[in-house]
């Protein structure tokens, strides 16, 4: 074998160098979760795609397109399994209920940054770099008041593409949308604050210490009912 | 763990979480089809984030059984 061949990447590595490695692009990240004959048609499918949108406006295929292999990447089961979980109805009308809303979008109120692993004013791209030593830590719950001026939230997260929770938290942290539906009736009231935390940290410890924590915070607020949002 | 304590919750997540929601057997769950990281809707795009949070509580009211998850459908 010469140096040469020896140094050549490999399609694998090249596939999962795209899931925290000398790629690394969080949109891309799932194509670690494919077998190369799977990534293999998916990047055939990504050019074909790209190149039928040259000569149109609308890249909605596109988009699409991704979405569909996003959903192949993923679709495996992950984390704890249960056979069948708790169900609590809701006691009264939506219209005429608190309603909590917790995400797992990494947002923050700028000054109140709670400096995951110590680390002061700690960037994104720190944040994708050290993403494993984030799935080892405790998670920090983050108070957001439902009339937060714009331009005071922040958003890091190592574990997804945060550019569309950047450019409108509303994709992933819907403040605004549920004042909207508040405002008009549609909702009994939004309880203030919201709460987000980094979805990327240890499960086990979320589970076991830092869940139980959150959840005697949260019965305080005497919530009806919460909206929950994974990212 | 809410539901435990009495609190009724109503998940808002993409489509790729499908099978693993359906793994934690989750209450009640509506699935996106939209990029990850947008899983409310696109950046911006107003009146599609105002259409998932009007699914998302109508679910929360109607759902009567665990394990409801439901494709949202504009």
């Known amino acids: 074998m010469t140096e040469e061949t020896a140094n050549k990447e ?10 925290y490695g000398s790629r690394t692009n969080l949109n891309f990240k799932f194509l670690e979760h494919l077998p190369e004959d799977e990534a293999d048609l998916f990047f055939q499918g990504l050019l074909k795609h790209l190149g039928e949108a040259y000569d149109g406006a609308d890249y909605s295929h596109v988009t699409a397109y991704i ?3 996003q959903i192949k990447g993923y679709d495996k089961p992950k984390g704890f399994a249960y056979e069948t979980g708790p169900f609590q109805a809701l006691a009264k009308p939506v219209a005429e209920s608190r309603l909590g809303l917790l995400t797992s979008s990494g947002h923050f109120v700028k000054g109140e940054d709670p400096e995951p692993l110590g680390v002061k004013n700690m960037t994104q791209d720190e944040a994708t770099r050290r993403v494993f030593d984030f799935l080892k830590e405790e998670p920090q719950l983050s108070s957001i008041p ?6 005071l939230m922040h958003v ?3 574990g997804y593409d945060i550019c569309g929770s950047e450019r409108d938290f509303n994709s992933t942290l819907p403040i605004q949308r549920l004042r909207e539906l508040e405002k008009e009736g549609a909702i009994g009231e939004l309880v203030s604050p919201v709460y987000s935390f980094v979805g990327a940290c240890s499960q086990k ?6 869940g139980p924590r959150w959840i005697a915070l949260l019965q305080e607020q005497n919530f009806d009912a919460m909206l ?3 990212v | 763990m809410l539901e435990d304590v009495g609190i009724p919750t109503v998940i808002v997540a993409v489509q790729a979480f499908r099978r693993r929601l359906e793994t934690m057997s989750v209450p009640r769950a509506l699935l996106t089809p939209h990029l990850m990281g947008r899983p409310i809707g696109r950046p911006g795009d107003r009146e ?4 998932v949070i009007q699914a998302a509580l109508k679910l929360l009211e109607t759902a009567d059984q665990g394990g409801t998850l439901i494709d949202f459908k504009a």
Not at chain 1, 146 to 151: A, G, Q, R, V
Not at chain 1, 205 to 210: D, G, N, Y
């Open chain 1, 228 to 230: 929950l949002v994974p």
């Open chain 1, 156 to 158: 890091r997260h190592g």
């Open chain 1, 205 to 210: 410890r979320l589970l076991t210490k830092t």
């Open chain 1, 146 to 151: 439902i009339d937060i001026p714009p331009e």
């Open chain 2, 48 to 51: 599609q984030q105002r259409m």
């Open chain 1, 10 to 19: 490999t399609f694998e590595s090249f596939k999962n160098s795209f899931f």
């Open chain 1, 67 to 69: 979405i569909e292999w």
